[in-house]
């Protein structure tokens, strides 16, 4: 039996740990930290024992042996075994902010030669540097602006997409918050009339009837989705004819409450029909982990 394989690697306080807590609460053997040279083995291992699903996270403590990992994977799929490369990111201005909270020393910050401390920002770029093909490999999930709910419900629905085909991720934004790092495309859609100005509307959101039907209205809201479907439509074989595993799609408007959602949603069902698709609601998914919590703690604090 062949094992599926999900390796988690990204930046240190990018929320690897809650990764790995999320795929070992949907059932994964979960490995933390392994070193890129016992991969083939600790593989062969698993299927020996007839291990179902596997979580591997590496990172850049592993900084001298990482290079060898984009190999590794290739000859592990050529012998059939199904792997998900995921790779979480965020801004280096939230990685800075979550490591001062924190008060802990990232895993570059090392004395060099000259016995000064390397500082933080400085590391994170050269962690950047040194984790850029492992990035290019798979598939990125910016954490800066979500909670840590938010990321074990995006790494769940993710493990959980057929392994064998294209996924389309289509993600709601505030444009106020920052475009996501993890989007292939950015579509901005803040040109569009907006629901917020409609008094009966501004509570709501882009999934309630009433401001769908109020964007349905709209000539421009149509012209934007055959827009984004035809650019798609044309584009999509050609990415899964060349293996990409997931296409992120970011659709963004100023408060990402009512077009970017409305237009996320009615993207993701046309396109449903034919590919594995995804939604995301950074925002509302963002509010509703805030409806759940009795004491509220930020993302930032709670990863390293």
């Keep these: 039996m062949q094992p599926e394989i999900v390796l988690i690697t990204g930046m240190s306080g990018s929320g690897k740990s809650v990764a790995l807590h999320a795929l070992e609460d949907a059932g994964f053997y979960c490995v933390d930290n392994l070193p890129p040279e016992l991969l083939l083995e600790f593989v062969k291992l698993e299927q020996t024992r007839g291990a179902g699903k596997v979580a591997i996270a590496m990172d850049v403590r ?73 990035r290019e490999r798979a598939h990125v999930i910016d954490t800066s602006a979500i909670r840590s709910s938010q990321l074990q419900g995006y790494i769940k629905s993710l493990v959980a997409a057929p392994g064998n085909q294209l996924t389309l991720v289509f993600e709601s934004f505030a444009f106020k918050r920052g475009i996501p790092l993890d989007a292939d495309y950015v579509f901005d859609v803040r040109m569009l009339p907006n629901p917020h100005y409609e008094a009966d509307l501004r509570d709501l959101t882009g999934r309630d009837e009433p401001v769908a039907e109020f964007l349905r209205q709209s000539r421009d809201v149509a012209q934007m989705f055959s827009h984004i479907e035809k650019f798609l439509s044309h584009w999509l074989d050609l990415l899964a004819r060349d293996h990409r595993s997931y296409v992120t799609v970011g659709i963004g408007c100023t408060g990402g409450q009512h077009r970017s959602v409305y237009l996320v949603e009615a993207l993701a069902t046309h396109f449903g029909r034919r590919w594995t698709t995804l939604k995301r609601h950074r925002e509302l998914d963002g509010r509703s982990a805030l409806q759940g919590l009795t004491s509220v703690t930020k993302f930032g604090s709670t990863i390293l």
């Design 62 to 134: 592993s900084a001298k042996s990482l290079p060898v990992v984009p190999q590794y994977l290739a000859t592990l799929r050529q012998h059939g075994v199904r792997i998900k490369s995921l790779f979480l990111d965020a801004a280096t201005d939230t990685l800075v902010r979550r490591y001062s909270e924190t008060r802990r020393r990232h895993p570059l910050s090392q004395a060099d030669m000259l016995n000064q401390q390397r500082a933080l920002f400085e590391a994170i770029e050269l962690e950047r540097e040194l984790l850029s093909e492992l």
